[in-house]
Structures are given as C-alpha cells and as structure tokens.
C-alpha cells in the first residue's frame, strides 16, 4: 500500500476512532468539498463528524487504489445508518485539497448470487495495463450505458462469465438482461447521461457518471475488475442527486 493511499485508510477509520493524527493529512487552507451534505473546507469536515451520535460511526474499508494524485477507496460504513461508499480524494503536494463521494445504504441481503456490494477481489494486478484497462472500461461505459449500443455488449465479456455486485442483479450477462427487462416492466428508467471522470490502477477501473434513475438525478460511481482483456467483475453505488437548494456547499457532485 503507498503511503497516500495508506493516509486515505487512515483518515477514513478516523471517523470512527475519532483520532486527530490522520485528519492533519488534510490541507486545513484548502480543502473542496463535493459531499453535498457537507459544508465546504475542513471545518465542514469536522462538523459532519461531531453530528454522529457518539459510538456510532464504523468504518471497514475494503478496497484502495491510486492514480496519479487521485486515491480511491471502496468502503463499508456505520454512518447514519449502514452504507456503501466510494470515496476519492485528491492531493497536491502531499495534501488531500479535494473530496468526493457516494454512498448507498446498505441492502438486508445479498444479490440474486448471494454477492454482497462490497465482497470479491481486492487487489490490484496487472499494473502494467492500468491505462489500457482504463481505456476499455471507458469505452463500455460510453457504448453500453451511455449511448444504449447493445449490439457491443458481449464483446466486452467472457461469455456469461462476470461476477456482478450491484444488489438487484445476479451474475452473468444472462443476470443484467434479465434485471433490465424487469426494471423495464416495471417502468424504472436509468440513463447514463454524462462520464465525468476515469480512475484505474491495474485491473480495477473506476467511473464516475451523472445521469437519472427512476426520474431522479442521479451519481452512478461504477467500479470494474478486468481479467484478460474482458470485464470480469462489478461493484456500484447509486446516490440521488438532491435539488440544489439543500446542498451544504456549492461545489456540486462533480466538477473534476
């Protein structure tokens, strides 16, 4: 683990241990924030946390990864309830300077497979083919989820080989056909409107895109594992966006 993303492992358990040592990673004259829940700068930071109730907040985090001066961490947390989060964060020189996030409350069950949203693979390999790995994944989202070109779907899997993490879907491209076409009867829509940001290291692949589900603005952070060239497995966190007059600070869901 490098020392950054060791800092962001640090700094996330330090919600629930409550220690001051890792939040110094912080840089306290600036610091952008993208949690619309929270007010901007470390100040925001510190009061999100004093309005846990005490004792309250957990923390496990699962996966972390880095790219360039960017940190990702896939993370299972007790924080107003229990939730599923990815978090990014960005340093310059040495300093985290910015924040994003989202989270999606933890479901009762497993999926259809009997996969939770956070279990499977953990460790990056293949680091050699983090930009070409980047480069498939983004280009699946764009054919599949963003423009609906169907025809291309297999071509980015191994047959019915793919171990799927999303709670409503079980595995294998027979599982995703099989949710939409049920999401579809039952008349929920989900578009993929805009990708704002690719994040790799090695085989796993994080994108970050806007767009609606259900008639709701939505963030969709999807998380990807490739294995010889072909999507392997699948992790995401589906946050609605709320209207801008609730947010805590400015900033907006994105804005990389």
Request: avoid cysteine; hydrophobic fraction near 40%.
């Amino acid at each position: 683990m490098s020392t950054q993303e060791q800092q962001v492992v640090d700094l996330l358990k330090a919600i629930e241990t409550g220690a001051a040592g890792p939040v110094a990673v912080i840089n306290p004259e600036h610091y952008t924030q993208h949690n619309l829940g929270a007010a901007d700068g470390l100040a925001g930071f510190g009061a999100l946390l004093a309005a846990l109730p005490p004792n309250s907040a957990k923390v496990n985090t699962v996966r972390v990864f880095e790219d360039g001066d960017y940190v990702f961490a896939h993370t299972e947390y007790e924080f107003f309830g229990p939730r599923i989060g990815f978090d990014i964060f960005r340093f310059e020189h040495g300093k985290i300077v910015e924040h994003w996030d989202n989270l999606q409350e933890t479901p009762a069950a497993a999926n259809p497979s009997g996969n939770t949203m956070i279990d499977g693979a953990t460790s990056a390999t293949d680091i050699d083919k983090t930009e070409a790995n980047k480069a498939l994944v983004a280009q699946f989202v764009d054919d599949i989820l963003v423009n609906g070109r169907l025809e291309k779907l297999a071509g980015f899997f191994d047959g019915d080989s793919y171990i799927q993490h999303n709670p409503q879907i079980a595995n294998g491209l027979s599982g995703l056909g099989a949710a939409l076409e049920a999401m579809a009867r039952a008349g929920i829509t989900m578009r993929y409107d805009t990708v704002h940001k690719v994040l790799g290291e090695g085989n796993f692949v994080l994108v970050v895109s806007e767009g609606s589900f259900g008639g709701k603005p939505t963030a969709f952070y999807d998380l990807f594992r490739v294995e010889n060239g072909k999507i392997a497995e699948h992790w995401d966190t589906l946050e609605t966006i709320p209207p801008q007059g609730e947010w805590k600070n400015q900033n907006g869901k994105f804005g990389f």
